[in-house]
């Protein structure tokens, strides 16, 4: 009695051709996302130049929050389109790091208090970041930052040079 390989494909039978083209499917799929959305996102062309946390002030407007580090900003001509502004800026004092918690309770009340000049109908709704140094920052960075996001993208103006506001 003679077997049949003729049914298995490790054996020099028949080879099933679906798995290729699932994954054929999911590579171009991947591609077509890659065209579409990723590359004009990262590739566009803001103007935005990236700022170093230490370099930042208020009032300069951040083009895009989502790449952001706590070490630099896109930072953008505010007439131009942005999600988000500097609105406070302070340097923390001391040799020693205090701590997380300590340091995001006073960046908190400093942000809190340093809004209260912009806080208006204009601003309503819109939503505050806090940026502070990390442990492993802090021996070169005691920046903490205030930056207010519009809650509808993008923008123009400027909140703290009180220009007007347009969304589009």
């Excluded at 003679?2 to 994954?23: C, Q």
């Excluded at 999600?83 to 908190?108: C, F, H």
């Amino acid at each position: 009695m003679t077997e049949s390989y003729a049914n298995d494909p490790y054996l020099g039978g028949a080879k099933r051709k679906w798995p290729g083209y699932v994954g054929l499917a999911v590579t171009g799929g991947a591609i077509v996302w890659g065209l579409f959305f990723w590359v004009p996102r990262h590739f566009q062309d803001d103007d935005f130049t990236m700022v170093n946390s230490a370099e930042v002030t208020a009032g300069n407007c951040i083009s895009d929050l989502e790449d952001e580090t706590a070490y630099a900003f896109p930072v953008i001509d505010c007439e131009k389109d942005h999600r988000a502004e500097v609105y406070a800026i302070s340097t923390l004092p001391g040799d020693t790091y205090p701590g997380a918690e300590v340091l995001e309770q006073k960046v908190k009340q400093f942000c809190d208090e340093s809004f209260g000049q912009y806080d208006s109908p204009a601003v309503d709704g819109w939503k505050t970041w806090q940026y502070y140094p990390s442990a492993e920052s802090w021996p070169e960075d005691r920046v903490m930052l205030c930056v207010i996001e519009a809650p509808q993208n993008p923008i123009t103006g400027s909140v703290v040079a009180g220009t007007e506001i347009h969304t589009k």
